[in-house]
């Protein structure tokens, strides 16, 4: 059971560049979701998905998008990247939507964009 | 609205003495309330939660949080620090999920815990 797995680590971009983040879980989890993490700012969500199908804007989506074809995968694209997306990106999931479910890391790919 | 606030923004411990790193909570309806690790260059790992029941949750590596309904708080505690403690440490509530709410973790500003040897 490898939880919540990100790849890559690290990324080093030019502005203008596009690329995904990966995240999958292999914990049969419906929610997931994207946060970024910024000195100063804690975490904040980028977008988040219910299942399958569904996806839906969290509080900073600008510049990203995400899709979720499989339950256990769900990618973070950023279109054209921007020194203000430097940041380190984490993925998560959980197994529902309860106030008392559990919300699992991984953990987390950190991007530069110059 | 969901809030939790942490006040101090580090604190620092002697190896072998008792840990408190503290939180308060400010939510509608029953609070339901995680800790959080942070390693430096690591993700975050879920340390425990307190549901309902009884007030002291035991969670991973030692730790265990004292939920006191009275005072708002949720404070984590350790008996004995150890050097391998240091990192960042952050109280969390979720928001609730459905019409305009995601369901995100709200997670109070964090807490960098140093334990000197």
């Known amino acids: 059971n490898a939880g919540v797995t990100q790849t890559p680590k690290f990324q080093v971009l030019k502005t203008g560049q596009s690329m995904t983040l990966q995240c999958a879980q292999d914990?049969?989890?419906?929610?997931m979701s994207w946060y970024r993490q910024d000195p100063g700012m804690g975490l904040r969500l980028i977008h988040y998905s219910v299942g399958a199908g569904i996806t839906d804007q969290g509080e900073v989506p600008n510049g990203y998008n995400v899709s979720r074809s499989t339950t256990e995968d769900f990618p973070l694209r950023l279109l054209s990247a921007a020194p203000s997306q430097t940041s380190v990106y984490f993925c998560a999931s959980c197994v529902g939507f309860k106030f008392t479910d559990t919300q699992y890391f991984g953990p987390g790919t950190r991007l530069t964009v110059l | 609205a969901q809030s939790v606030a942490q006040p101090e923004d580090q604190v620092n411990v002697a190896e072998g003495n008792p840990l408190t790193v503290k939180c308060t909570y400010s939510v509608s309806g029953n609070p339901y309330l995680f800790w959080y690790v942070q390693y430096p260059n690591r993700g975050l790992q879920f340390l425990l939660k307190y549901i309902t029941g009884d007030n002291l949750v035991k969670g991973s590596y030692g730790f265990e949080a004292e939920f006191n309904k009275s005072q708002t708080s949720f404070h984590l505690k350790k008996p004995s620090a150890l050097v391998s403690d240091s990192a960042l440490y952050f109280c969390?509530?979720?928001?609730?999920?459905?019409?305009?709410?995601?369901?995100?973790?709200?997670f109070g500003q964090g807490t960098t815990l140093q334990v000197k040897p």
């Open positions: 914990m049969n989890h419906e929610y």
């Open positions: 969390a509530v979720r928001d609730p999920y459905g019409s305009s709410n995601t369901g995100k973790l709200i």
